[in-house]
């Protein structure tokens, strides 16, 4: 006899054979498995698992009996708790895995459905246990007081399949040496997170609420929240990958999160790729001291990182060499786009961003506001340390404070920096010396290429901070059709400092530049030391130098080349648009000149 296509057999069923489609469908029902309804709170063990009858010694459904049954089952077993009702782990005994004790083991396919219930783990091990084949999806279900010891999963451990909806977590710990994962441990799994509350968890190791260990971790629409790991060695205060992992955090809020190390949000490692989407983190703090700790809301350890559509603001990394208040990117691939990092602060570098070697790239996002301190305080929006690479493209950089060098960005000697159509507004750099400043942008020995940009009210305001918008310190700065305009410093370069080095603008407009009274030379550029500046196809006007050179000014070792460029209107107290020092080169307009002009 044929048989129907499976597409039209359902209904053909429906319509010419009733009776036959509702039996058809109740033997359907029934392959998937028992639903079994929990009728007490007590913590009792199945009486004879494999029966198919969720039942201890005295008949009552129990939730570890349940447990024990539907594991006993080939097929998809149902389990629903009494409506907010509270169920306490009393049979003690960990380190077994038949759910007869301790926490709840899961080696079949089970969905629990919590109905607003609340599992006590009493602190004498973790709720749940999936096993490698195992699948547990919780609904509805809270968990609270679970505790492992030397072993990772405060509430949850799988090795197998976990999806948690609306299954909050809060006050689980995993202690002691490479304890992990304080709410959650993903061992290699996969692992769905949607709608759930972790708080106020912890581990020893890394993960203060949730540890994947390779896997995939996809976390949607979750608050983390006041989670910590720390002290061994302390990375992730609220979720930390090891290992290939591959993790997806979107729309989700974490907020409050410490870690005693590094990333006191979010750590990924050096093989694993991390997604973050839609995110806000904020008040997250990174408490290691050394050079390469930090990264208050984000730290990514040489693997790949993307964040995108999130609010980084207000968290810190804040002690000892602490870098990268807001973000950390460690010789990794970090990509953030239409992201916001926002008033975060650190100690040694990178309020905003630290980019320790790697590549970085800011896309069409905002660096606002943040902060860096004075040891040595470089880089108030965006630091690079070492040989990587940083591109920042169509990008907002306004209103950040270093305590030194580059309010805005600071690139290393062997670093590579690339900004284009960014805008560049209000930032601070503060440091005293002479060779400290660069409001907005400062390269230390390295190559720094700016072009499609707009550089304007930004100040070194150091007692001889120099570079109101830009501190080329010994390096190659190539820049191009940008705006420089307003911008003010203490000693010299009101616009731009050039200490040696090499220097090209061209199609650049200088104006409204103003250099202050320590000496007070150059009001839109000055040159010290034996360097070489080229200006090609500009307009220096309306710049103002306190002593000399209102427009621009070559040291007596400099050599100065100004073609093609409209330079004047500039003030000074002597006079000139132009001062060349006696023994530099000046050539202005085609015409060389010694002495001043």
Same mark, same amino acid.
């Given at each position: ?61 129990? @939730? ?209 790729t991390m997604t973050v989407d839609s995110c806000d983190l904020f008040d997250n703090e990174a408490l290691g001291t050394a ?218 407009t200088m104006t409204g530049n103003v250099t202050g009274m320590s000496p007070g030379n150059g009001g839109a550029l000055h ?58 080169? @000046? ?7 010694s002495g001043g002009i």
């Amino acid at each position: 006899m044929p048989t129907l296509p499976a597409r039209i057999a359902p209904t053909l069923l429906k319509n010419c054979f009733p009776a036959l489609c509702v039996a058809t469908l109740a033997a359907t029902a029934a392959a998937q498995g028992p639903r079994f309804v929990v009728n007490t709170t007590l913590d009792t063990p199945d009486a004879n698992p494999g029966d198919g009858m969720s039942a201890d010694s005295q008949g009552r459904s129990s @939730l570890r009996a349940a447990i024990q049954e539907a594991n006993a089952q080939t097929a998809q077993c149902t389990i629903e708790l009494q409506a907010a009702a509270r169920y306490a782990l009393t049979l003690v005994g960990a380190d077994e895995d038949a759910a007869a004790s301790g926490d709840l083991d899961v080696t079949g396919d089970v969905v629990l459905i919590g109905r607003g219930a609340r599992i006590d783990a009493g602190g004498g091990d973790r709720a749940f246990d999936v096993l490698a084949g195992g699948r547990l999806d919780v609904r509805d279900l809270d968990v609270t007081g679970g505790l492992v010891s030397d072993a990772s999963g405060g509430a949850y451990r799988s090795a197998g399949e976990l999806h948690m909806t609306r299954a909050d977590v809060d006050s689980c710990d995993a202690r002691g040496a490479g304890a992990s994962g304080g709410a959650v441990f993903n061992d290699g799994g996969i692992l769905r997170v949607d709608h759930c509350e972790f708080t106020n968890c912890s581990a020893t190791r890394a993960g203060g609420a949730v540890e994947a260990n390779g896997g995939d971790t996809l976390i949607t629409d979750s608050t983390l929240e006041a989670n910590h790991c720390g002290p061994m060695p302390g990375n992730g205060g609220a979720l930390h990958v090891t290992g290939a992992g591959l993790s997806v955090i979107r729309d989700c809020t974490i907020e409050a999160n410490i870690a005693d190390r590094e990333g006191g949000g979010l750590w990924n490692s050096s093989t694993g790729t991390m997604t973050v989407d839609s995110c806000d983190l904020f008040d997250n703090e990174a408490l290691g001291t050394a050079a390469d700790d930090g990264g208050g809301a984000l730290f990514n350890d040489g693997g790949g990182m993307f964040v995108t559509g999130c609010n980084v603001h207000d968290n810190f990394a804040v002690q000892g060499s602490g870098s990268g208040g807001g973000v950390f990117n460690n010789a990794g691939r970090l990509m953030l786009h239409l992201t916001r990092v926002e008033a975060n602060l650190s100690n040694r570098a990178g309020g905003g961003v630290e980019a320790n070697a790697g590549v970085t790239v800011l896309r069409d996002s905002w660096l606002v506001a943040n902060e860096t301190g004075t040891m040595p305080g470089n880089g108030g929006g965006l630091h690079l340390t070492g040989g990587g690479a940083v591109q920042v493209l169509g990008t907002g950089v306004y209103g950040n404070i270093a305590g030194a060098e580059g309010g805005g960005l600071w690139n290393s000697s062997t670093g590579l920096m690339w900004v284009d159509d960014c805008d560049f507004q209000l930032n601070v750099a503060s440091g005293d010396a002479a060779d400290q400043g660069g409001g907005a942008l400062f390269n230390d020995r390295g190559i720094f290429v700016l072009t499609r940009s707009v550089m304007a009210d930004n100040t070194a305001s150091g007692a001889a901070g120099s570079g109101g918008a830009i501190f080329n310190d010994n390096g190659l700065f190539a820049i191009d059709d940008v705006e420089i305009r307003d911008n003010s410093s203490s000693r010299a370069g009101g616009g731009i400092e050039a200490n040696v080095g090499m220097t090209f603008v061209s199609r650049a407009t200088m104006t409204g530049n103003v250099t202050g009274m320590s000496p007070g030379n150059g009001g839109a550029l000055h040159l010290t030391g034996a360097g070489l500046v080229q200006m090609t196809a500009s307009t220096v006007t309306g710049n103002d130098a306190s002593n000399e050179g209102g427009g621009l000014w070559n040291s007596s070792t400099g050599a100065m080349l100004v073609l093609g460029t409209q330079v004047e209107n500039n003030t000074s107290p002597t006079g000139p648009d132009a001062f060349n020092q006696p023994g530099g080169f @000046l050539l202005l307009n085609g015409r060389f000149v010694s002495g001043g002009i």
